[in-house]
Structure formats: C-alpha cells, structure tokens
C-alpha cells in the first residue's frame, strides 16, 4: 500500500532557527515528489517538486532533499521568520499509468510554529 | 492574474440539502483538480480534468460526489444529498499543460449540520 510518513507531527522552534522535516514513503513506481506550504485557512502552495534523478532542490530558505533509494525527504528551513508557521506537507506521486489514473499520495503534514 | 477563485468561501448546510462548489482556474491552465481537507484524513484527491475532461475520478468518495467541468474557466462539484461527514475544507488547483505545479484556491470551508 502506498503511504507517506511524515515527522515530526508538530514542531516548536525560534525565530533564526533552523529545522528539518522528514518524509518517509513507500509509493511505487516513483514519479515525483512535492512540499506543500499550507498557511492556516489559506490553500497549499508549492514549495519544490523533486523527480528521481533530483537530490536537492532550493526555494529560497527552503532546501528539499531527495533519497529515492532510501525513500526518504527532507526539508530544510534556514535562518526561520515567523511567517514560516504553517502545515508543510509532502506529497507523492506514483509514475502516470495511461490508464487514467493520477496517483497522489499524501502525508499529513509537520505543523511547524516559529515563536519569537 | 487572480489566481484561482472559488465560491462560496463558507458553506452551511443541513443533511439532506444539495451543495454546489464552484471553480475558477487560473486561464491558460488545462488541468483542474479538486480535493477534500480534513483534520482526520489530511488532504485527499477526489477527480481530475484535463481539458474538460475528467481523467481520474477513483477519489470520489460516493455517487452522492459528481463534478463537472463544462469550459475550460469553470467546474462544479455538487454533493447531493450532503451528509455531516462531509464537512470539510473542499480545494480547487488548476496547473499548465506544461509543468506539474499545482496553484490551489482558497477553499471552501463546508459544515453539513
């Protein structure tokens, strides 16, 4: 069963802090990899999208890394503000089977909250 | 360009009523998506479109789901009849024919009482 793990849940960091988020998955065949920012009330926004052959892709102060052989994520926040609180989620999609079928699988996200 | 818009931004509803989302993409985008948000179950795929046409609807949760997509600047997706377990935030994404970015909407916030 496809599945994606992400950790931690919840996190509580400073301001000019840095922090890592993990995503683990178990989706097969691999086709990409994308974190979401999600701001509370507001919908995701894209962050980076990451294929199998990309093991680190920027966005600014967001660094996103890729294991394909390990099945594992990360994303990397440096030097945080506190408008880096939100929901950030990882987000995978299984390679496009011609059958019609989208096939995304979704991690429930690391709420991250950045306090002064 | 005003990103993708959707309406209403708040839904409440008794069980039993027909709710209808509506969704505007973002013009030139050929793809639209819709997904469920939830607290328990996160953010869940429910139908596709490219082009107009629906692609992958295996996420829709029930018969009571439909959604259509009669031009390329707008789609609905209807509950009928809505029950409580469909409260939930409803988001609407639309993206080029030409890359795998999705741009979501604000939402649609429904409470089904």
């Known amino acids: 069963k496809n599945q994606v793990e992400q950790s931690p849940q919840s996190l509580i960091i400073l301001e000019g802090k840095n922090c890592t988020l993990q995503?683990?998955?178990?989706?097969?065949?691999?086709?990409?990899l994308r974190w979401y920012k999600q701001d509370t009330g507001r919908g995701p926004v894209s962050l980076t999208i990451m294929t199998f052959s990309e093991n680190t892709k920027s966005n600014g102060r967001y660094t996103a890394t890729l294991d394909a052989d390990t099945k594992q994520s990360s994303l990397h926040i440096t030097a945080s503000q506190l408008s880096d609180s939100a929901s950030y989620i990882c987000?995978?999609?299984?390679?496009?089977?011609?059958?019609?079928?989208?096939?995304?699988?979704f991690g429930k996200g690391t709420k991250l909250s950045v306090i002064p | 360009d005003a990103g993708v818009i959707q309406s209403p931004r708040h839904e409440v509803t008794e069980m039993g009523q027909e709710v209808t989302l509506r969704c505007k993409p973002i013009?030139?985008?050929?793809?639209l998506f819709w997904y469920r948000q939830t607290m328990m179950r996160g953010l869940e795929l429910l139908i596709y479109?490219?082009?107009?046409?629906?692609?992958?609807d295996s996420g829709m949760p029930e018969d009571r789901f439909s959604a259509k997509m009669p031009n390329a600047s707008f789609s609905t997706l209807k509950i009928q009849p809505s029950e409580p377990r469909d409260s939930a935030v409803y988001f609407c994404?639309?993206?080029?024919?030409?890359?795998?970015?999705?741009?979501f909407g604000p939402g649609t916030r429904l409470l089904v009482l």
């Open positions: 987000v995978v999609r299984a390679t496009y089977s011609g059958a019609g079928s989208y096939q995304l699988t």
């Open positions: 479109f490219n082009n107009n046409v629906p692609i992958d």
């Open positions: 995503c683990n998955y178990t989706v097969s065949p691999f086709s990409n």
């Open positions: 013009s030139g985008h050929n793809s």
């Open positions: 994404a639309s993206r080029p024919d030409r890359g795998e970015t999705q741009y």
